[in-house]
């Protein structure tokens, strides 16, 4: 096996089919991560374990640079390992290495691994993080179920709210900006005390992504929650959600949601 660093159309194409067969393949691994990434102003690598024209093992890297010329590598939700590869074997710690290695020569002060797999080296010294960007547990709902088999497999509670927001008149409606969802979001973090990115984050988020959406709940012709999403593959995802605080009796993230 070799380990590649994929820069051609074709590689890039075949690697992303590739990522689409895998069990964890993941919207973060992917060449649309990439995009968003890039449009961010950081720098990606997309590392691959190749055995012939096949893919074995891949890790997408991101790259954000910092003062005096450092830099802080991320390798989010990967690397992405084949079920023909073993977290033991030889050659997928030789890739952790060349990573790992490559990081060094180029003044990486961090390198973070979120892969969904635990990993095992020998030869690298790896830490566990109190870092939390991507969520460690989240929640898949079975699309392909009827909307009466997917109401009985919530809370009552659950099933109540959306009854309250559609009896509140609560409307949902597809934007075509972040406008409206910043000025939401900037209420939220402020009431429980997060920081948020930028209004241009969110406006990349949505622009980079071919499949992102973002939703708006009204009542009274006044947007009253809001969820920015992004379909990968054939799961969608409820990525950032913003709620007017006085308007919580409507439950209107749960309209949302549903």
């Known amino acids: ?55 074995r093992a891949a890790a997408l890297i991101v790259i954000d640079k910092t003062a005096g010329g450092y830099a802080v590598w991320e390798c989010p939700r990967g690397p992405v390992m084949s079920s023909e590869l073993s977290v033991i074997s030889s050659e997928y710690e030789e890739l952790i290495t060349r990573i790992v290695d490559d990081a060094k020569k180029e003044r990486c002060i961090t390198l ?10 020998t030869h690298n010294s790896l830490l566990t993080s109190s870092r939390h960007i991507h969520p460690q547990a989240t929640l898949m709902i079975d699309l392909t179920l009827s909307e009466d088999q997917i109401l009985a497999q919530m809370h009552q509670k659950g099933r109540y709210n959306i009854k309250v927001a559609e009896k509140q008149a609560v409307s949902v409606q597809q934007e075509t900006g972040v406008s409206a969802f910043y000025e ?18 969110y406006a990349r988020f949505l622009e980079s992504f071919e499949q992102s ?27 950032y959600g913003a709620s007017a605080y006085e308007h919580r009796a409507l439950m209107a993230p749960y309209a949302l949601q549903w």
């Not at 939401?184 to 948020?196: E, M, P, S, V």
């Not at 593959?233 to 990525?239: A, E, K």
Request: proline letters at 2%.
């Open 213 to 239: 959406f973002v939703l708006m709940a009204y009542h009274a012709g006044k947007p009253i929650a809001g969820l920015l999403g992004v379909r990968w593959g054939t799961t969608g995802i409820y990525y």
């Open 184 to 201: 939401l979001l900037k209420a939220t973090g402020q009431r429980d005390g997060f920081t948020i990115n930028q209004k241009s984050h």
């Open 1 to 55: 096996m070799e380990i590649r660093i994929l820069e051609s159309a074709n590689e890039r194409a075949a690697y992303e089919h590739w990522l689409h067969t895998q069990r964890h393949g993941s919207l973060w691994q992917s060449l649309s991560w990439e995009r968003y990434q890039r449009a961010l102003g950081r720098q990606t690598r997309l590392y691959t374990l190749c055995e012939g024209a096949d893919i």
């Open 112 to 121: 973070y691994f979120s892969s969904p797999e635990t990993l095992l080296t």
